[in-house]
T-cell receptor
Framework: ETGVTQSPTHLIKTRGQQVTLRCSSQSGHNTVSWYQQALGQGPQFIFQ???????GRGNFPPRFSGLQFPNYSSELNVNALELDDSALYLC??????????????FGPGTRLTVL | QQQVKQSPQSLIVQKGGISIINCAYE??????FPWYQQFPGKGPALLIA?????SEKKEGRFTISFNKSAKQFSLHIMDSQPGDSATYFCAASIGGSTLGRLYFGRGTQLTVWP
């Protein structure tokens, strides 16, 4: 088990609603990345946060947004939910020093179902 | 466009056999290649990783073979056990960049039967 925790474990929302997912990074890590994993697929990079700022984004629309807090925990917010947003949302923490990263460690994920 | 291509999609191996999963990539800037193991309802767990300055890395029953010229790498699981039954993902990233974003393959569902 990694030290990365996520909440809630499961969530059911209806189309058009908004959702907030939470992640606590592993001790000593300063970077949080969020991934979306659709059923039967590999995780897809949403964005990354470092020093409370977005540090890169994948091919996801602006209705996907995030925050990182001074304790390095993070939130993923999704507005105007669509059916295709149903997926496992994974948080991964790592340590960034200078321009280099070490390994990313994943949390257990939040299973989001949009009806 | 899939940055990392993984095969096979599913694999069935007898207990004690060797499981082999292959991945290929195009971006020569990739310099970090991890493999993740994922059980149902769980997040991916880092299994083993390699950088392109070596051609092979072994940790217990798990070995990564890396062919830089062919832009391919593979995971070998020796003496496969039923507990190894899981989905395996290869991935790649530019570790020295300011991003460290992981690009994943589509996954291989491994079943090891007794």
């Amino acid at each position: 088990e990694t030290g990365v925790t996520q909440s809630p474990t499961h969530l059911i929302k209806t189309r058009g609603q908004q959702v907030t997912l939470r992640c606590s990074s592993q001790s000593g890590h300063n970077t949080v990345s969020w991934y979306q994993q659709a059923l039967g697929q590999g995780p897809q990079f949403i964005f990354q946060y470092y020093r409370e700022e977005e540090n890169g984004r994948g091919n996801f629309p602006p209705r996907f947004s995030g925050l990182q807090f001074p304790n390095y925990s993070s939130e993923l917010n999704v507005n105007a939910l669509e059916l295709d947003d149903s997926a496992l949302y994974l948080c991964a923490s790592s340590f960034k020093r200078g321009g280099s990263y070490n390994e990313q460690f994943f949390g257990p994920g939040t299973r989001l179902t949009v009806l | 466009q899939q940055q990392v291509k993984q095969s096979p999609q599913s694999l069935i191996v007898q207990k004690g056999g060797i499981s082999i999963i292959n991945c290929a990539y195009e971006n020569t800037a990739f310099d970090y290649f991890p493999w993740y193991q994922q059980f149902p309802g769980k997040g991916p767990a880092l299994l083993i990783a390699i950088r392109p300055d070596v051609s092979e890395k072994k940790e217990g029953r798990f070995t990564i073979s890396f062919n830089k010229s062919a832009k391919q790498f593979s995971l070998h699981i020796m003496d496969s056990q039923p507990g190894d039954s899981a989905t395996y993902f290869c991935a790649a990233s530019i570790g020295g960049s300011t991003l460290g974003r992981l690009y994943f393959g589509r996954g291989t569902q491994l079943t090891v039967w007794p």
